[in-house]
């Protein structure tokens, strides 16, 4: 092999690279949409819903509604999440979602 046959080679393999790397990139967004789990603290997020209960002044069954709807919407996010594929294979890079669902 000559020298511009192995340049177009490793041109080609950076290629491939690259686009493997972006579909990486879009696999991660995908998780954008939960990224107010893991950027805040859990204990922190509860005691500001506790707040919000107070500052509002909800009778008993108002803040129950209201434990509800959020066990609810946190539980939506919970089936979201089982919901994406444990594994990704893009070209020759396998990527393994379950230590992040886990700990999402």
Same mark, same amino acid.
């Given at each position: 092999?000559?020298?511009?046959?192995?340049?177009?080679?490793?041109?080609?393999? +950076?290629?491939?690279?690259?686009?493997?790397?972006?579909?990486?990139? /879009?696999?991660?967004?995908? +998780?954008?949409?939960? $990224?107010?789990? =893991?950027?805040?603290? @859990?204990?922190?997020?509860?005691?500001?819903?506790?707040? $919000?209960?107070?500052?509002?002044? %909800?009778? @008993?069954?108002?803040?129950?509604?209201?434990?509800?709807?959020?066990?609810?919407? %946190? /539980?939506?996010?919970?089936?979201?999440? /089982?919901?994406?594929?444990?594994?990704?294979?893009?070209? =020759?890079?396998?990527?393994?979602?379950? @230590?992040? /669902?886990?700990?999402?």
């Amino acid at each position: 092999a000559n020298n511009e046959e192995i340049q177009q080679l490793v041109e080609d393999v +950076y290629g491939l690279v690259d686009i493997v790397f972006q579909d990486c990139e /879009k696999h991660r967004a995908s +998780y954008d949409q939960f $990224s107010h789990l =893991w950027a805040r603290d @859990p204990a922190t997020a509860f005691a500001e819903f506790l707040d $919000s209960l107070q500052t509002n002044n %909800l009778d @008993p069954d108002q803040e129950l509604a209201a434990f509800s709807a959020e066990i609810t919407r %946190l /539980k939506s996010f919970d089936d979201e999440i /089982k919901s994406l594929s444990n594994t990704v294979t893009l070209a =020759w890079l396998r990527l393994d979602g379950k @230590p992040i /669902k886990q700990a999402l």
